[in-house]
């Protein structure tokens, strides 16, 4: 006689056999996402992937040498081998029949067969905005880049990126200084850094409750077709996709393509027409993306459901004021008292666009404030965040 506790074995069995099935087809060579879900689909179960003969695999779609490979066990030793080793290295996987799969993923054309995670699947389902650009930034386009991801993060919205140089740095750095979520889609496994300098940045979004996600194997290093692959992946999990800085040829333009083609919303940061990185951005405001320059741009545009629940959310917090039948929200930061007089005179000669030499803002400043002034100001205006030190004691004005 089966008892209850029997039952609930074996279901905790299939289930577990069944995500084997899409990791080890997900390993096996030759074998792409569209793939993987049609023979899925003739299959009729994962599971079925490791009781089929050599015949029915070949019928759902296997190529020879896959079939081959699925059919004489080496691909449930790899998924076997595979779903360990993620174990040990403190992450785990999710399969497209997976509860906790983005559900906005599963949208697009090619959804991954299977996601390498690190940190909280959970936060893979909340709204969110993904922020790309260029690896070689102006100060304008990381300062624009970090403080519109900083206050959207604020609003409760996830900020994702794929934490390459320039942009996406700024815009992962921007999340996490607001107490905000933020996720990481790589073109590595989860347990390869790229680029290295960001060891610590991945640490802590993993730390404070973010999340990295790969569609690649453990140990795949950082191959120059990954990046594109997983650019569709950045635009799928997303509402809309946020362009602060790229060339005419950089990669960002892929990311902003796939957002289109998957019907996502497209905003882009304009810029200064004599920089080579404003094309990007520019081109896309002409092609009918929509110009942002606060987020408010892109808050105006959310879904009416989905601005209410983050509200919600900032209320009980305590970020926003109860509304008392209002339509529209009090956000206490737009309550700021005015500044001190030296840290508005020191806050006035800085701007966006470019960084100011500390040399120059205090012969510009001569007769006005002393230096110690303006050390002090220049100090108090970095840590209230609307000033960003950049190299070489040059200082750029956040907002």
């Not at 008892?3 to 299939?14: F, G, R």
């Not at 054309?109 to 959970?122: E, F, K, M, N, S």
Request: net charge negative.
């Amino acid at each position: 006689m089966t008892t209850a506790s029997d039952a609930e074995q074996y279901a905790l069995k299939s289930s577990e056999t069944a995500r084997l099935g899409w990791m080890a087809l997900a390993l096996t060579p030759e074998m792409g996402p569209t793939r993987i879900a049609k023979a899925m689909a003739r299959l009729g179960a994962a599971e079925r992937v490791f009781e089929a003969s050599l015949t029915e695999l070949e019928g759902a779609g296997l190529p020879a040498r896959a079939a081959q490979f699925v059919f004489e066990g080496r691909a449930f030793e790899a998924a076997e081998d595979e779903a360990k080793r993620v174990a040990d290295a403190g992450g785990f996987f999710l399969t497209r029949e997976d509860e906790a799969y983005p559900e906005r993923l599963l949208e697009i054309y090619d959804p991954p067969a299977v996601l390498w995670i690190r940190g909280d699947a959970a936060v893979l389902g909340r709204p969110g905005i993904a922020v790309v650009g260029t690896r070689q930034p102006t100060p304008y386009g990381s300062g624009m880049a970090e403080m519109l991801s900083r206050d959207l993060a604020n609003r409760r919205l996830v900020i994702l990126s794929g934490m390459a140089r320039g942009v996406d740095t700024a815009a992962h750095k921007g999340a996490l200084d607001a107490g905000g979520k933020t996720v990481a889609v790589w073109g590595t496994g989860i347990d390869v850094v790229y680029p290295k300098e960001n060891k610590k940045l991945a640490e802590r979004i993993v730390e404070l409750g973010g999340t990295i996600v790969s569609e690649f194997r453990l140990g795949t290093f950082p191959a120059p077709q990954n990046f594109p692959l997983r650019n569709r992946i950045l635009s799928g999990m997303s509402i809309g996709v946020l362009v602060v800085e790229a060339g005419e040829y950089s990669g960002t333009r892929i990311t902003a393509r796939c957002a289109m083609e998957q019907n996502r919303d497209v905003y882009a940061v304009p810029g200064n027409v004599t920089n080579k990185n404003a094309w990007g951005p520019n081109t896309l405001i002409k092609q009918g993306a929509k110009l942002t320059a606060t987020w408010e741009d892109v808050w105006e545009d959310l879904p009416s459901k989905m601005k209410r629940g983050l509200e919600g959310e900032m209320e009980a917090a305590g970020q926003i004021e109860s509304k008392t039948g209002g339509s529209a929200s009090l956000f206490n930061d737009a309550d700021e008292k005015p500044l001190p007089e030296h840290e508005r005179l020191v806050l006035d000669r800085l701007r966006r666009d470019e960084s100011t030499q500390l040399d120059e803002l205090i012969e510009g400043l001569e007769g006005q404030l002393g230096s110690a002034e303006i050390f002090t100001a220049l100090f108090e205006l970095e840590l209230s965040g609307r000033v960003k030190q950049m190299p070489g004691k040059n200082y750029v004005r956040c907002f």
